[in-house]
């Protein structure tokens, strides 16, 4: 049973819009979550996270937010830019001391001059 | 920033060979990890250690093993590869502040 799902597997926006990226969860004792960036022939790199304590996390052109009730979190990148074209992975921990994350299956951005 | 570097960047390897990858970090991070990654799958963990001689399985273990001998490496091995193995392999290192930074990949290929 997929605990983190990404329901998109890519979207494409144009240059200087916003990009939102959509991830919900089963598991309700998930309670730190992360989103990655993968470019091809490379290893994630880590963007941006979030603790089940706050809604909104921001770090420059990227901001996500999350609703617990709904068991759901969006990365927003305002904004898009083409070399922000990736596959981008939304990622959940259980907190405390299990550091382990389950990784959605990703989302293929495009963003096209 | 965390290094972590793997130690082939493309392996192939014939059906029924013992493989050994790789993982080496830089900074002293307690906990470490083995993912593989394939089309329409993400990531998924295979094997873990929060510790040197500590190893935890994954969601996906089987046909794997590992081993921590020092804290800074980290090696998945296959003790008998298969085809359904290919696969691109990433090893990451990780602290309390759950964020892991991943090595460049392992893109591996049995034949």
């Known amino acids: 049973d997929q605990q983190v799902k990404q329901n998109s597997p890519s979207l494409s926006v144009q240059e200087g819009r916003i990009s939102i990226l959509n991830c919900d969860y089963t598991?309700?004792?998930?309670?730190?979550f992360l989103w990655y960036k993968k470019y091809p022939a490379e290893g994630p790199t880590f963007l941006i996270s979030?603790?089940?304590?706050?809604d909104k996390n921001e770090d420059g052109r990227f901001t996500v937010f999350l609703n617990k009730s709904a068991k759901h979190l969006s990365l927003h990148i305002v904004p898009s830019q083409p070399g922000d074209s990736a596959v981008y992975f939304c990622?959940?921990?259980?907190?405390?001391?299990?550091?382990?994350?389950?990784f959605g299956k990703g989302t293929l951005l495009t963003v096209n001059p | 920033d965390v290094k972590v570097t793997q130690s082939s960047r493309y392996l192939v390897k014939r059906t029924g060979e013992k493989v050994f990858l790789e993982c080496v970090q830089d900074?002293?991070?307690?906990?470490m990890f083995w993912y593989r990654q394939d089309p329409g799958l993400g990531l998924r963990l295979i094997y873990f250690?929060?510790?040197?001689?500590?190893?935890e399985k994954g969601d996906i273990p089987e046909g794997y093993s590992v081993s921590r001998e020092k804290k800074e490496r980290f090696s998945l091995i296959l003790e008998s590869a298969s085809t359904n193995q290919t696969s691109m392999y990433l090893c990451?290192?990780?602290?309390?502040?759950?964020?892991?930074?991943f090595g460049p990949g392992t893109r591996l290929t049995v034949t």
């Open positions: 250690s929060y510790d040197v001689k500590m190893k």
């Open positions: 598991n309700s004792m998930f309670d730190y």
């Open positions: 979030i603790s089940s304590i706050k």
């Open positions: 990451a290192a990780g602290t309390e502040s759950y964020e892991q930074y």
């Open positions: 990622a959940a921990s259980g907190g405390g001391s299990n550091y382990k994350l389950t």
């Open positions: 900074m002293d991070h307690e906990n």
